[in-house]
T-cell receptor, first 114, second 114 residues
Framework: DAGVIQSPRHEVTEMGQEVTLRCKPI?????LFWYRQTMMRGLELLIY????????DSGMPEDRFSAKMPNASFSTLKIQPSEPRDSAVYFC????????????FGDGTRLSIL | GENVEQHPSTLSVQEGDSAVIKCTYS??????FPWYKQELGKRPQLIID?????GEKKDQRIAVTLNKTAKHFSLHITETQPEDSAVYFC?????????????FGKGTLLTVNP
């Protein structure tokens, strides 16, 4: 299996622009997670899906952030409008059939908002 | 909510020595404790995990111990090698019914000096 695939790997854009991050989970995994990693706050869980349904989005920082999972093989995390404080590495991860199984992370998207 | 404290934040050891990283958690209902290794610029990768019904787990040079009463768990790496140098994250997961929380520690930068 190719693992969790994220795109783009790097994104540099100006504040106010819309940013869309993409994720393809491992086939057969029922859970998908979006994380944000910064030096100040560490790894934070933003939202997770079970069978394409958002279960808990309490970690989403603001209404400017939204996430969707239209099918089992694709998810997006969108920021609109983006701000410099959104600069971080965003990871997507997936896991199998329970919440206490290992999560497999993608390579992340390094986002810089100027 | 769950709070995970991780110590130390940095750890430097000589090759061949042992390294110990400790984490404490606040929610006694937490039931799954994974450890991730993250090399610079790369994704977190699971190295070992333990569930709340087990007190210790070992995988070659890596072991994890769990003390549910004291609400702390530790990562032990023996015979350290330079390639063990990375940031290590602990996490505490609470999963039951529709309730799920995953909280990461802030990480420990381990440096193994040859």
């Amino acid at each position: 299996d190719a693992g969790v695939i994220q795109s783009p790997r790097h994104e540099v854009t100006e504040m106010g622009q819309e940013v869309t991050l993409r994720c393809k989970p491992i086939s057969g995994h029922d859970y998908l997670f979006w994380y944000r990693q910064t030096m100040m706050r560490g790894l934070e869980l933003l939202i997770y899906f079970n069978n394409n349904v958002p279960i808990d989005d309490s970690g989403m920082p603001e209404d400017r952030f939204s996430a969707k999972m239209p099918n089992a093989s694709f998810s997006t995390l969108k920021i609109q409008p983006s701000e410099p404080r959104d600069s971080a590495v965003y990871f997507c991860a997936s896991s199998q059939d329970t919440l206490i199984t290992p999560q497999h992370f993608g390579d992340g998207t390094r986002l810089s908002i100027l | 909510g769950e709070n995970v404290e991780q110590h130390p934040s940095t750890l430097s050891v000589q090759e061949g020595d042992s390294a110990v990283i400790k984490c404490t958690y606040s929610d006694s209902a937490s039931n799954y404790f994974p450890w991730y290794k993250q090399e610079l610029g790369k994704r977190p990768q699971l190295i070992i995990d333990i569930r709340s019904n087990v007190g210790e787990k070992k995988d070659q040079r890596i072991a994890v111990t769990l003390n549910k009463t004291a609400k702390h768990f530790s990562l032990h790496i023996t015979e350290t090698q330079p390639e063990d140098s990375a940031v290590y994250f602990c996490a505490a997961t609470l999963s039951g019914g529709s309730n799920y929380k995953l909280t990461f520690g802030k990480g420990t930068l381990l440096t193994v000096n040859p």
